[in-house]
């Protein structure tokens, strides 16, 4: 998995249903939150983001690759 420093907060997601995977200090920082408040936490739940309107922002690729 890719590191997840930085100065920026980082979330890795799961891609159909944005439950937090994991995340980095500087989105705890910002949130407020503990690493283990955020894991398994919906990323649609942390701010003003409706499901339909991020889905159709950040769609699915046609092909999913080998890990469906």
Known sequence: ???????????????????????????MELFGYECD???????LSLGNLENDKFARTYPLPESEGCRQ
């Open 1 to 27: 998995m890719a590191s997840l420093s930085g100065s920026n907060p980082i979330f890795v997601i799961h891609k159909r249903s944005f439950e937090i995977l994991d995340t980095n200090p500087k989105a």
């Open 37 to 43: 408040e955020l894991v398994d936490r919906s990323l």
